[in-house]
């Protein structure tokens, strides 16, 4: 997760990764205590200077937080994390816009049709969220880490509507497999259907990580980490659209029945397209400090690898309704979403988690970090709404189509499961504060 780290989660923004260790999370100490801070102790036979201290650093002055390295115990920090995941994918258009002197209205590859919401129009900003970070000392070389990331959701909202004659013509497109070309369904036409029609969509991700690390020299200035431990992730999106028609004439059907223009008389339908993630594994990797001769700076390097389980979960579905002066009537399906790939799909594939990251590290004040990280992440397989979604339509399962006899064994939209690896890429500022 983004400490810094990565949607994976890191090494605590203090070395890597952000606040939490990025996505991975799993950082280190803000503390750097002991070795940590600067290789081995001072105290031992052939060295000089006073314990925490590197070789020769008797002639080094010695500022406030120098005296405290070797001595924290435990340590806690919080960032700010700024995070973007890998714009997600729609498989086809979701709502044109058209001319009503077209053969099909609003269909794909006619001379008036234009896409009003399409692959272009599903993305999500940046993406605002945070990390944390708890850990103790034990021995100073081995240390136990908690790490979360926390990515609220995101969310895109677009509404496109008629005005009240049914001017501009606006449309659901899909492939119609009965007549094997284009067609669309109408959602406002001049003079005889006024409507909108909207797009909702959301993402979150967070991420736990707890992980034992151990801490070795390789130089007085720096030092490496290797670690070991447990990590979940969870990616939760889904994607929403719903169309609004009312009757100018007797221009639509529902369940084969006509619908009089009426006031209070209007169809209303939707498609649900929800998917949820949530990995499970083993988490190791390692790192490289560099620690400045004076402590008040510190620069870090961090590779971390997950391996074990995806869960992915599909939830398709959708539904009509009419209402009158009489009620409402619903009846299962919208236009993309139906009973032929509605319900509750899922599956468990192999997962792997990649991160990696830089951090910086300032030591203001005595018991203070101050952190800043970038980290990125890769995650080999995911579920995402968009990519579920089939244009593809058997027209006589639709609630709203003059053919409805019902669903039927070989309708479309079927449903296969399609999945992609996303990139994580996140950066963090935040404090560390250790005893």
């Known amino acids: 997760m983004p400490g810094m780290a990565g949607p994976g989660m890191s090494y605590p923004p203090a070395f890597g990764g952000p606040g939490m260790g990025g996505p991975g999370m799993g950082g280190y100490p803000p503390g750097f205590a002991g070795p940590e801070m600067g290789g081995p102790i001072g105290g031992m036979p052939g060295m000089s200077g006073p314990p925490g201290s590197f070789p020769g650093d008797a002639d080094l002055p010695i500022v406030g937080p120098r005296a405290t390295f070797g001595s924290e115990t435990f340590w806690f920090s919080m960032d700010y994390a700024a995070g973007w995941i890998q714009k997600p994918r729609l498989s086809a258009p979701l709502i044109t816009e058209g001319s009503p002197a077209d053969a099909h209205p609003g269909a794909i590859g006619q001379p008036g049709t234009v896409v009003a919401f399409g692959d272009s129009n599903y993305k999500f900003g940046t993406y605002q969220g945070f990390q944390a970070q708890i850990g103790v000392n034990l021995n100073d070389q081995l240390y136990l880490e908690l790490n979360t990331l926390v990515f609220p959701a995101q969310h895109v909202a677009w509404t496109t509507a008629s005005g009240l004659t049914g001017s501009p013509l606006v449309a659901r497109p899909v492939f119609n497999t009965i007549a094997d070309r284009e067609g669309s369904y109408l959602t406002s036409f001049p003079g005889v259907l006024a409507g909108s029609s909207s797009v909702e969509a959301r993402s979150e991700l967070w991420g736990i990580e707890a992980v034992a690390r151990y801490k070795f020299a390789i130089t007085p200035y720096l030092t490496g980490d290797v670690l070991l431990g447990y990590r979940q992730m ?202």
Do not use: C, M
Not at 286 to 307: C, M, V
């Open 234 to 435: 969870e990616l939760l999106e889904n994607l929403t659209v719903s169309d609004n028609l009312v009757p100018l004439q007797p221009s639509i059907t529902f369940l084969g029945n006509q619908v009089t223009p009426a006031p209070g008389t209007s169809l209303n339908d939707y498609d649900r397209f929800a998917t949820n993630n949530t990995f499970n594994g083993v988490d190791f990797g390692g790192r490289l400090r560099w620690q400045s001769g004076y402590d008040w700076f510190a620069a870090t390097t961090y590779w971390k690898e997950a391996i074990g389980a995806t869960t992915q979960t599909v939830n398709i579905s959708g539904a009509t309704t009419l209402t009158t002066a009489g009620g409402s009537v619903s009846a299962p399906g919208g236009i993309l979403a139906q009973q032929s790939n509605g319900g509750n799909f899922t599956r468990t594939v192999f997962g792997s988690i990649t991160e990696g990251g830089v951090g910086f590290i300032i030591i203001p004040y005595k018991y203070v970090r101050l952190e800043f990280g970038y980290s990125a992440t890769y995650w080999n397989s995911v579920v995402r709404p968009g990519n579920q979604v089939n244009h593809a339509v058997t027209p006589s399962q639709v609630a709203t189509d003059i053919t409805f006899t019902g669903t039927a064994p070989g309708n479309q939209p079927g449903f296969v499961y399609r999945s992609q690896g996303i990139t994580i890429q996140s950066l963090n500022v935040g404090l560390s504060f250790y005893y």
